[in-house]
């Protein structure tokens, strides 16, 4: 969220100077490399964006831009604090990237049969809300396939609406890219082999 915040703020405000580059780069990231490294538009050339691995066709468009552009000049005090803000979604980013290895890492350890049904984060996520993996082991599968639903399963009993048929099981790409009247039949089956699954990595 931190870095889709500061990345946003980037784009606008060096979209003021250069807000072509905006409409040919949607990788945030390359992005903020380029304004960290080059500043003004004039600075940027086809030598940094090739380290950037820019694909060559993006590499022309852009040299066109900077001789087209419709942007007003950059002072030198916005160059500097749009530098310091791109240096910060880098840091991010990698930090971001350290963590999620590191959870990797981790979820082979301790639940690897949980990893494979799950993927790292997802399985890492529902732990964490379960309270232990232990906790998670000793849950039926009705409960796994409700866990971060909370709200809407005590809404439901409070006012008789209809029950949520998945909580952070809505996350794992089999359920959420699946049409809506198929996603509580397909989270059903997910969390019954989630709840085999965790208990073997207990057990």
Request: glycine share 6%; hydrophobic share 45%; net charge positive.
């Given at each position: ?69 419709q ?7 916005s ?15 990698e ?33 964490a ?7 998670l ?67």
């Open positions: 969220e931190i870095i889709n915040t500061i990345s946003t703020r980037i784009r606008e405000w060096y979209g003021l100077h250069f807000p072509e580059l905006d409409y040919t780069l949607q990788n945030i990231i390359t992005y903020a490399a380029i304004v960290k490294n080059a500043g003004p538009r004039e600075n940027i050339t086809s030598e940094l964006l090739a380290q950037l691995e820019v694909p060559e066709k993006k590499i022309e468009l852009i040299k066109q831009a900077i001789l087209k552009s942007g007003g000049n950059l002072t030198e005090e160059a500097e604090s749009l530098k310091i803000l791109a240096s910060q979604v880098i840091q991010l980013s930090l971001r990237t350290n963590l999620s290895d590191s959870v990797e890492n981790s979820m082979e350890i301790i639940a690897p049969n949980l990893k494979n049904i799950l993927t790292a984060i997802i399985g890492a996520r529902l732990i809300k379960a309270g232990s993996l232990v906790k082991a000793q849950m039926p599968s009705s409960t796994i396939q409700i866990i971060g639903a909370e709200k809407a399963l005590f809404r439901a009993l409070k006012t008789g609406a209809r029950p949520p048929k998945h909580g952070l099981l809505f996350q794992h790409p089999s359920v959420n890219s699946a049409p809506k009247w198929q996603r509580g039949k397909i989270a059903r089956a997910l969390s019954s082999k989630i709840a085999i699954a965790v208990r073997i990595d207990v057990y």
